[in-house]
């Protein structure tokens, strides 16, 4: 078992990653002094409540903790205000009082809709994060929680930091194919933010990641939870260096929004947004090598980089502007400067985001 710290002060938090660590779930809860008079309420969906809840709700239980759950449609549409209600109806009729803790059992999208109704409920209670996939490791650390409105995505949102994070690794044996690789998406990210050598680490052993070697896994894992724990711990409420965590994200969450959040996952959004974000680093004067790279890496993924030719590029400039700081046509972007490295540029032309999104429709 790996474990690292969020430091924030007296909102500090473990992260704690290894095999089969939901069998000793009970111990984790009563070591963070998770309430066992108060119910505990747990917010899943329905892919992972027919996996994971019942060993999830027996294990505690036989803990002596009292729980009630709410189980929501898989997917990115239940990040929507709608749900978000359901769950605030769910906490009350559970009997949730201050005391009380929202578990998070699932991936980002449980993690984000979890943490808003913990950061909500009576103006904030405890809150645990039990990511289930590989994207959810960026998602379940760092504090960020939110829902999405038809216009932009994670528009309508709080800081809440979790007690902890539970990233029981074998859990993501039973990820489908496609989820795992854009899970890896985030992985990548952090390597192309902050750290060459975890890049170089990634595009060597993406045969095993693929593969969900344990021991490969559980190390980009840890790594990738360890630069976003740097970026939170200097940074929490994102003033500026917690930016750099958006690589990709300008293009990608406006192309969920248009893509009216049931086409594109979001790692396969992010993977087309990173190498939208190379192609602008062009425009900037950095060198070719950063998008040829990107998109190699990528591609030996099994990522997405090229975008439909059916999506409206008015669309998704539309969805941008609700999304990023735009002022007199221009724009902020997280730029790479190089591999492992990225900067805050926010005067990037409105024009240059268009020409990048048609580019984008002919990648090969």
Same mark, same amino acid.
């Given at each position: 078992?790996? &474990?690292?710290?969020?430091?924030? +002060? ?52 036989? +803990? ?20 978000? &209600? &359901? =769950? ?15 578990? !998070? ?16 409920? =009576?103006? +904030? ?6 990511p289930t996939t590989i994207l959810a490791h960026d998602s ?16 309508? /949102? ?52 693929? !593969? ?49 959040y049931n086409e594109l996952l979001h790692g396969e959004a ?14 900037? /004067?950095?060198? &070719? ?39 007199? +046509?221009? =724009? ?29 429709k002919q990648e090969g």
């Amino acid at each position: 078992m790996r &474990e690292l710290r969020v430091e924030l +002060g007296a909102r500090s938090y473990p992260i704690y990653i290894g095999d089969n660590l939901l069998n000793h779930i009970s111990t984790y809860f009563e070591q963070h002094r998770i309430s066992k008079i108060s119910p505990i309420l747990i917010i899943t969906d329905d892919n992972i409540a027919s996996i994971h809840l019942t060993k999830v709700e027996d294990l505690l239980r036989q +803990g002596g903790f009292k729980t009630a759950t709410k189980v929501i449609v898989s997917g990115e549409q239940s990040k929507s205000l709608v749900v978000f &209600e &359901e =769950m605030i109806t769910a906490a009350l009729q559970a009997g949730l009082d201050r005391n009380s803790a929202v578990i !998070a059992l699932g991936g980002g999208v449980v993690g984000d809709l979890a943490g808003f109704v913990a950061a909500s409920f =009576m103006r +904030g209670v405890k809150f645990v994060q039990i990511p289930t996939t590989i994207l959810a490791h960026d998602s379940s650390v760092g504090g960020k929680v939110a829902v999405n409105h038809r216009l932009a995505k994670n528009i309508i /949102g709080a800081f809440h930091q979790p007690e902890f994070v539970l990233y029981d690794t074998s859990t993501l044996l039973t990820l489908p194919e496609r989820q795992i690789k854009a899970g890896l998406a985030e992985v990548i990210k952090h390597g192309l933010i902050w750290d060459i050598n975890f890049t170089s680490w990634i595009d060597e052993h993406a045969e095993k990641l693929l !593969a969900l070697d344990s021991g490969a896994l559980q190390y980009a894992l840890y790594q990738g939870c360890l630069i976003k724990s740097i970026v939170v711990s200097r940074d929490e409420k994102e003033n500026d260096l917690r930016a750099i965590l958006n690589l990709g994200h300008t293009i990608g969450h406006a192309l969920e929004a248009v893509a009216q959040y049931n086409e594109l996952l979001h790692g396969e959004a992010i993977s087309i947004g990173m190498v939208g974000a190379a192609r602008l680093a062009m425009k900037c /004067g950095y060198s &070719e090598q950063i998008y040829t790279e990107t998109k190699r890496i990528l591609t030996k993924l099994g990522l997405p980089t090229k975008l439909s030719n059916e999506m409206s590029t008015h669309c998704i400039m539309e969805a941008m502007m609700h999304d990023k700081k735009f002022k007199e +046509g221009l =724009m902020t972007f997280i730029i790479p400067t190089e591999i492992g490295k990225v900067e805050i540029n926010s005067s990037i032309s409105a024009k240059w985001v268009q020409e990048v999104i048609e580019e984008l429709k002919q990648e090969g």
